[in-house]
Every structure is written in C-alpha cells, then in structure tokens.
C-alpha cells in the first residue's frame, strides 16, 4: 500500500522564478493538504484541498496556489519565489477524521 | 504564529534512560498527535489522543492530555540511539477542516 509520493525530492531555483510540487495521497485519501516548515521550525498550514478546491487556507500570499485533481493528486505552485521561501515542503493526505499520513517532502532551495 | 510550544526545545539523554518532552497548546481542541521527524524528512505519525482522553499507550510511548492546563506530555521508555529525532506536537481545532498546527519541536539525541 503505497504511502504519499511527493516530487521531486529536492529542487534548486533562483529568485523571481516559479516552481511546482507535486503530490500523490495515500491510496483511499481523498484530502491533501500541504505544510512549509522552515529549518528548525515546526511545520507550518499552507491550504488543504477536498473534491478538487481549497477548503481552508493559512496566512500565506496569493504567490501560493495549488490544484487538486480528480485523482486526488495535488499541486503546490509557488510564483516569484524569494529566498525566505527556500524550505522543506510537506504533503499530507488523509480522509475524514483519520489521521493524516505524510510524505518526504520536497527540499526548495531559492538561491 | 504556531499554537504549540514544546519543551524543552533540546534534550540529550543516555540510551537507556526515559525521555519526556511537553507541549502547551491555546485554543480548544478535538485531538492531539505527537509526530517524530528524522534528519529534516517527512513527519511519522506516533500517537493520537483525543480530547476526551487522559492517557494513551502505544508500545514504549505514552502521552497524557490535560485540557484544562492545555498540556500534553509524551514519555519515551527505555530509549534507544534510533529515537534521536525531532518531535513535534499537533492540534487540530474545533471545525471539520482538519487542519493541523504544529509547535516548534523537541529535538531529542540519544548518547550510545
């Protein structure tokens, strides 16, 4: 039973460009949900996507936008990135009111 | 700004020894988890306890929950060098949104 897949596992891209991160839930989850966790911080909400649209946004800018597909996969797209966006990003799936499982993450480094 | 705080930030123990670290939340909550993250990687799901609960057990960990201190503590028994890690603590709030809010974490280094 495969896990979430997030990819790619790591990722270099210079200020001002635009990346996107994808996620594939764990098999029979149909809620995704994605964290930016800064290094030695905890992990911080981004916005979590049910039935392909945001259910529930943190306090982040519009730069950040996501899609989720009638697969249940999602995506993170992060526009003019600055540096403070360098940061292990977190995908998480999970189905109503079970616990959530947890990619790898994908390593953003902005330079 | 994160809603749980751990405590200690940092702990070095002796493999062998006990390992409690706590974590103080705000607002209400429906549940609990306790996460461990190894080496900046993704998050494992430890221990859930919900709202109602006072005390749960799963193999060498126990978490107890006070509502009415908003605390919680997670004890690790008998550690060993493989629990060197982070630890985080998450709530999820009154709602069916789901969303977690993480402290910042206890990072936790087992001397051989």
């Known amino acids: 039973d495969a896990g979430v897949t997030q990819s790619p596992t790591h990722l270099i891209k210079t200020r001002g460009q635009q990346v996107t991160l994808r996620c594939s839930p764990k098999?029979?989850?149909?809620?995704v949900s994605w964290y930016q966790q800064a290094l030695g911080q905890g992990p911080q909400f981004i916005f979590q996507?049910?039935?392909?649209?945001?259910?529930q946004r943190g306090n982040f800018p519009d730069r950040f936008s996501g899609h989720q597909f009638p697969n249940y996969s999602s995506e993170l797209n992060v526009n003019a990135l600055l540096l403070g966006d360098s940061a292990l990003y977190l995908c998480?799936?999970?189905?109503?009111?079970?616990?959530?499982?947890f990619g790898s993450g994908t390593r953003l480094t902005v330079v | 700004s994160q809603q749980g705080e751990e405590d200690p930030q940092a702990l070095s123990i002796q493999e062998g020894e006990n390992a409690t670290m706590n974590c103080s939340y705000k607002?209400?909550?429906?549940?609990l988890q306790w996460y461990r993250q190894n080496s900046g990687r993704g998050l494992v799901h430890l221990i859930l306890?919900?709202?109602?609960?006072r005390e749960k057990h799963s193999g060498r960990l126990r978490v107890t929950l006070d509502t009415s201190k908003k605390s919680s503590s997670l004890l690790i028994t008998a550690s060993r060098a493989a629990d060197t890690a982070s630890y985080f603590c998450?709530?999820?709030?009154?709602?069916?949104?789901?969303?977690?809010?993480f402290g910042q974490g206890t990072r936790l280094t087992i001397n051989p």
């Open positions: 998480a799936s999970s189905t109503h009111r079970a616990s959530y499982t």
């Open positions: 098999s029979g989850h149909d809620t």
């Open positions: 996507y049910y039935e392909e649209e945001e259910r």
């Open positions: 607002t209400s909550i429906n549940n």
């Open positions: 306890i919900r709202s109602n609960e």
């Open positions: 998450a709530t999820d709030g009154n709602g069916g949104a789901q969303k977690l809010v």
